[in-house]
């Protein structure tokens, strides 16, 4: 929740400001097809970016991190320019894209709080985008419905912060809904609610805590190679692509190409599973989804490898990467008396390569919207 102590401490008179939240997000499969017009399968989780918000008066932002521990001011008129601090650029870039779509607003004294872990896969990043823009658009009288609202953030994103990220993590920061996952069309942006009826399971984040420093090379690579296929074979989208026709494609392609599409299919089995609630067959595909990405797509790494190898020997029912690769965390569908595997992996991770895992349980929750403290 929000620190109002510290919140007091910083700005003063915490009883002006109006409360805000947005959640992190968790894709349940659907990996490396959101930047290329294919499907995926998010849900809101119970983790959020909490930003209090007050108008202040004057032709200035005040911003305070209690993540980071720190303030930043700039005037209303010195939107353009990025701040030093790296993490300012997220709700400045907000700002930028509502200052350059034409709309207005005053200056405003912003507090950011957070219980969402950074760079874990749940997409704090999204989750700040997404909690300023309620924010700011609620208190400036700014009308926006959820499509426009995830359209801005994914904007401060790729061209005010410059990173290179799909709509996903955003349309679901924006659109989610408790007791529900969001099978998302990336290339309509067409969605529906699929009830997670989950019974006795429920979905576990291990995170490896390990960045290998290729990933973002690789991930820029993919996209690359994701982009020479369509060229290669004369194809506007891979929705138009059908897997008889990849064989001409030299064999990275070709792998590449395999995954995407068989991808694709998994996302509409895990929404028939869901649906028949064979939490099951949802575990397969898990499974079935990290082979993919380990052997097909390349992104995985030994670490990650370790942690679903685990998984498997115990009989767990599914689990599989999530993210970029190359490090970051695991989804695993649990059984919740299952839960005391947690300590021997741990062990047994940490005696491998030195590191300590950290699991996070998430439920399913609301996307962005205004609260009460
Ligand atoms: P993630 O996978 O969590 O989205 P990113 O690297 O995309 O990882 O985004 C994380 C960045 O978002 C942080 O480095 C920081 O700049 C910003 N951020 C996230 N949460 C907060 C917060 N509570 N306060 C300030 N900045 C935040
Ligand atoms: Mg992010």
């Given at each position: 929740?929000?620190?109002?102590?510290?919140?007091?401490?910083?700005?003063?008179?915490?009883?002006?400001?109006?409360?805000?939240?947005?959640?992190?997000?968790?894709?349940?499969?659907?990996?490396?097809?959101?930047?290329?017009?294919?499907?995926?399968?998010?849900?809101?989780?119970?983790?959020?970016?909490?930003?209090?918000?007050?108008?202040?008066?004057?032709?200035?932002?005040?911003?305070?991190?209690?993540?980071?521990?720190?303030?930043?001011?700039?005037?209303?008129?010195?939107?353009?320019?990025?701040?030093?601090?790296?993490?300012?650029?997220?709700?400045?870039?907000?700002?930028?894209?509502?200052?350059?779509?034409?709309?207005?607003?005053?200056?405003?004294?912003?507090?950011?709080?957070?219980n969402?872990?950074?760079?874990?896969?749940?997409?704090?990043?999204?989750?700040?985008?997404?909690?300023?823009?309620?924010?700011?658009?609620?208190v400036?009288?700014?009308?926006?419905?959820?499509e426009s609202?995830?359209?801005?953030?994914?904007?401060?994103?790729?061209?005010?912060?410059?990173?290179?990220?799909?709509?996903?993590?955003?349309?679901?920061?924006?659109?989610?809904?408790?007791?529900?996952?969001?099978?998302?069309?990336?290339?309509?942006l067409?969605?529906?609610?699929?009830?997670?009826n989950?019974?006795?399971?429920?979905?576990?984040?291990?995170?490896?805590?390990?960045?290998?420093?290729?990933?973002?090379?690789?991930?820029?690579?993919?996209?690359?190679?994701?982009?020479?296929?369509?060229?290669?074979?004369?194809?506007?989208s891979?929705?138009?692509?059908?897997?008889?026709?990849?064989?001409?494609?030299?064999?990275?392609?070709?792998?590449?190409?395999?995954?995407?599409?068989?991808?694709?299919?998994r996302?509409?089995?895990?929404?028939?599973?869901?649906?028949?609630?064979?939490?099951?067959?949802?575990?397969?595909?898990?499974?079935?989804?990290?082979?993919?990405?380990?052997?097909?797509?390349?992104?995985?790494?030994?670490?990650?490898?370790?942690?679903?190898?685990?998984?498997?020997?115990?009989?767990?029912?599914?689990?599989?990467?999530?993210?970029?690769?190359?490090?970051?965390?695991?989804?695993?569908?649990?059984k919740?008396?299952?839960?005391?595997?947690?300590?021997?992996?741990?062990?047994?991770?940490?005696?491998?390569?030195?590191?300590?895992?950290?699991?996070?349980?998430?439920?399913?929750?609301?996307?962005a919207?205004?609260?009460?403290?």
């Amino acid at each position: 929740m929000i620190d109002t102590v510290k919140l007091n401490e910083v700005f003063g008179d915490a009883k002006k400001f109006r409360f805000f939240r947005a959640p992190g997000r968790v894709n349940i499969i659907g990996e490396h097809t959101d930047y290329n017009d294919g499907f995926v399968l998010p849900f809101a989780v119970d983790k959020f970016v909490f930003c209090a918000i007050r108008k202040n008066k004057s032709k200035k932002v005040r911003i305070f991190s209690a993540l980071f521990d720190e303030m930043d001011e700039f005037g209303l008129d010195d939107i353009e320019n990025k701040s030093e601090k790296f993490w300012v650029n997220y709700p400045k870039g907000i700002l930028w894209v509502l200052k350059n779509s034409g709309y207005e607003f005053d200056g405003m004294d912003i507090f950011l709080d957070s219980n969402l872990p950074v760079g874990a896969g749940l997409s704090s990043s999204a989750a700040i985008e997404l909690a300023v823009l309620s924010a700011v658009s609620t208190v400036n009288g700014i009308k926006l419905d959820k499509e426009s609202m995830a359209k801005i953030g994914q904007k401060a994103e790729n061209e005010f912060v410059g990173v290179r990220c799909g709509i996903m993590d955003q349309f679901t920061s924006a659109f989610g809904k408790k007791g529900q996952a969001i099978f998302l069309d990336t290339m309509t942006l067409k969605y529906k609610y699929v009830p997670l009826n989950l019974g006795e399971y429920s979905f576990l984040i291990i995170d490896t805590n390990v960045k290998h420093s290729l990933a973002s090379g690789e991930y820029n690579l993919r996209r690359k190679q994701c982009e020479e296929i369509l060229k290669t074979l004369n194809k506007k989208s891979f929705r138009e692509l059908k897997i008889s026709e990849i064989e001409i494609l030299p064999e990275v392609l070709q792998k590449r190409a395999k995954h995407v599409l068989m991808e694709n299919e998994r996302v509409l089995k895990s929404v028939e599973a869901l649906e028949n609630g064979d939490i099951e067959e949802l575990g397969r595909l898990l499974y079935e989804s990290h082979q993919s990405l380990k052997e097909l797509y390349e992104v995985s790494c030994e670490e990650l490898d370790f942690v679903v190898d685990y998984l498997k020997d115990k009989d767990i029912i599914g689990g599989r990467m999530v993210g970029g690769g190359f490090g970051g965390s695991v989804i695993a569908l649990v059984k919740r008396e299952e839960k005391n595997f947690e300590e021997d992996l741990a062990e047994k991770f940490r005696k491998k390569f030195s590191i300590d895992l950290t699991f996070e349980e998430i439920e399913s929750e609301d996307g962005a919207k205004e609260i009460t403290v």
